[in-house]
Nanobody, 115 residues
Framework: QVHLVESGGGLVQPGGSLRLSCAASGSISRLAGMGWFRQAPGKQREKVAT???????NYGDSVKGRFTISRDNSNYTVYLQMNSLKPEDTAVYYC?????????WGQGTQVTVSS
């Protein structure tokens, strides 16, 4: 079983930056991909960014050029560097881990962009 612990959310002003972290523990697969999704009130959950076991990344259109996803395989942690934050980035951000026969979600961390 895999357990995810997210951190780094909070309140930031428009134009500011935040870095989210998600640490995976337990029965980690070398074939695992990880990523971040978000859900704003009244909206469907959407992909923010993903990174597969080979390091290939994929971003949602709304965050391209502003957010960067990376991973540290030595400690099974994935990071999301968020720059030039906008009010519309306000949401609960969820970490996701997937591998053969595994699909695990974190509890979510709130990101609020407001002046």
């Amino acid at each position: 079983q895999v357990h995810l612990v997210e951190s780094g959310g909070g309140l930031v002003q428009p134009g500011g930056s935040l870095r989210l972290s998600c640490a995976a523990s337990g029965s980690i697969s070398r074939l695992a991909g990880m990523g971040w999704f978000r859900q704003a009130p009244g909206k469907q959950r959407e992909k923010v960014a993903t990174i597969n076991d080979g390091g290939a990344t994929n971003y949602g259109d709304s965050v391209k050029g502003r957010f960067t996803i990376s991973r540290d395989n030595s400690n099974y942690t994935v990071y999301l560097q968020m720059n030039s934050l906008k009010p519309e980035d306000t949401a609960v951000y969820y970490c996701n881990y997937w591998a053969p026969s595994q699909d695990v979600w974190g509890q979510g961390t709130q990101v609020t962009v407001s002046s």
